[in-house]
T-cell receptor
Framework: RKEVEQDPGPFNVPEGATVAFNCTYSNSASQSFFWYRQDCRKEPKLLMSVYSSGNEDGRFTAQLNRASQYISLLIRDSKLSDSATYLCVVGLGNYQLIWGAGTKLIIKP | EAQVTQNPRYLITVTGKKLTVTCSQNMNHEYMSWYRQDPGLGLRQIYYSMNVEVTDKGDVPEGYKVSRKEKRNFPLILESPSPNQTSLYFC???????????FGSGTRLTVV
């Protein structure tokens, strides 16, 4: 079983729709949680950190459920520019990050 | 501009021919790391460095070497590349630890 699991997709979604991804992690000692965005053949970029109380950044909302060990990302009013691969990342301490393989999102006009 | 610079961006080489991928950052970051990314797998850490002359193995160090003689540079060395090292490689740096990474643009390596 992978330490961080994501549905690889692709998720094909019409522009303007709401889409949600989940990610599950296996290590209950995980301390920090992130969503990164990666465009095709480019470097990952931090989208947002995920806090226990949930957090929102514009059209993006992240939630953490420690009891069930999953993280979610909700994108509202999706734009064509949201097309990318979304990477779920879990931190086990200051120096160790475990990366999911990513969920591919395609927004269609 | 604050950045992490990797070179080369693309490289095709033959089995056994030593190569070095360079990584340089201009942000005075203490922490630097190398990752490889393969289809269907998350980024996997090869080596990391917490400061000058301090390096340690990540999850997949076999077949790789690194050095950290200066704070800004963290080259990745493949002494005898093999086809299973064909991958997309990323260098990253941060002020401290593995949080708040700035990534380089990546090096796509093909070993034939």
């Amino acid at each position: 079983r992978k330490e961080v699991e994501q549905d690889p997709g692709p998720f094909n979604v019409p522009e303007g729709a709401t889409v949600a991804f989940n990610c599950t992690y296996s290590n209950s000692a995980s301390q920090s949680f992130f969503w990164y965005r990666q465009d095709c053949r480019k470097e990952p970029k931090l989208l947002m950190s995920v806090y226990s109380s949930g957090n929102e950044d514009g059209r993006f909302t992240a939630q953490l459920n420690r009891a069930s060990q999953y993280i979610s990302l909700l994108i509202r009013d999706s734009k064509l520019s949201d097309s990318a691969t979304y990477l779920c990342v879990v931190g086990l301490g200051n120096y160790q990050l475990i990366w999911g393989a990513g969920t591919k999102l395609i927004i269609k006009p | 501009e604050a950045q992490v610079t990797q070179n080369p961006r693309y490289l095709i080489t033959v089995t056994g021919k030593k190569l070095t991928v360079t990584c340089s950052q201009n942000m005075n970051h203490e922490y630097m790391s190398w990752y490889r990314q393969d289809p269907g797998l998350g980024l996997r850490q090869i080596y990391y460095s917490m400061n000058v002359e301090v390096t340690d193995k990540g999850d997949v160090p076999e077949g790789y070497k690194v050095s950290r003689k200066e704070k800004r540079n963290f080259p990745l060395i493949l002494e005898s590349p093999s086809p299973n090292q064909t991958s997309l490689y990323f260098c990253a740096s941060s002020p401290q630890g593995a949080v708040g990474y700035t990534f380089g643009s990546g090096t796509r390596l093909t070993v034939v």
